[in-house]
């Protein structure tokens, strides 16, 4: 709720409530850190947004937690839109201890089918946010769902499913389709006619379009990745993380 959001970040007692709320909760919780993911904000509050995270950074800092951030995906500091304006990535990089790149969603419930995190689209993100956040803050957001559209696509109209990429390699064994790979995205995808007779594109990501995104980490030299989300399965996505990184435990 952007209305919500410029309240909370622009009233300076109410600003002050919320911070404090955030630390006392992370404290009695004992949480390692907080995660913000302020979406949607107006671009004439970035500021108040910028002046929210420095002030909630020194508080929890001061608790001995960290402080991290969830920022749109942007390819320059001026992109317009509501998703971006708000979003200093300089900003963030100052007072947050990592940064995630949120480069997915470009394939959405909405939108026309197509990758949900486009290879070419990632990388260009990544161009831009090495320029104004330290590398080693940074985490590549990686999506670990796809979407299922009804084709053809009709704007205003057309709503696509979400589904994990397990269910989408047994949508296509189910249908006897074969499994399409785009080298330009580095994404898999499919078509298929359901029971009703309706055309169907899924988009989804697998082994491949993973192993792509994890050199891009490497090439760029930053922090590492997060997965959005870890709610549903995947094994030969981790098979290939464990493959290609020694994971362990954070040492912020």
Request: charged share 25%; glycine share 8%.
């Amino acid at each position: 709720d952007s209305g919500l959001a410029s309240w909370l970040l622009t009233d300076e007692n109410t600003r002050d409530r919320l911070i404090d709320n955030i630390v006392s909760l992370a404290v009695e919780k004992n949480y390692y850190g907080v995660d913000i993911d302020f979406e949607n904000v107006y671009g004439g509050d970035r500021e108040a947004y910028n002046d929210f995270l420095e002030e909630l950074s020194e508080e929890l800092h001061e608790k001995g937690l960290i402080l991290t951030t969830a920022i749109a995906p942007k390819t320059s500091a001026n992109m317009r839109g509501i998703l971006y304006e708000g979003h200093d990535y300089a900003a963030h990089g100052r007072y947050a201890d990592r940064v995630t790149l949120m480069t997915y969603e470009w394939g959405y419930r909405f939108g026309e089918p197509q990758a949900v995190a486009p290879y070419n689209q990632v990388r260009r993100v990544l161009q831009y946010a090495v320029t104004e956040i330290p590398a080693g803050k940074i985490l590549m957001g990686i999506p670990n769902y796809g979407y299922n559209w009804p084709i053809p696509y009709q704007q205003g109209i057309t709503k696509a499913v979400s589904l994990s990429n397990q269910e989408a390699v047994s949508l296509a064994v189910e249908n006897n389709v074969e499994i399409q790979y785009d080298e330009k995205v580095q994404s898999p995808w499919f078509q298929y006619t359901d029971r009703d007779g309706q055309k169907r594109e899924v988009w989804f990501e697998d082994a491949r379009s993973l192993k792509a995104k994890l050199d891009l980490v490497k090439e760029y030299d930053i922090g590492g990745c997060g997965f959005w989300n870890l709610m549903r399965p995947w094994p030969q996505g981790w098979t290939v993380l464990n493959s290609e990184f020694t994971v362990s435990d954070p040492t912020w």
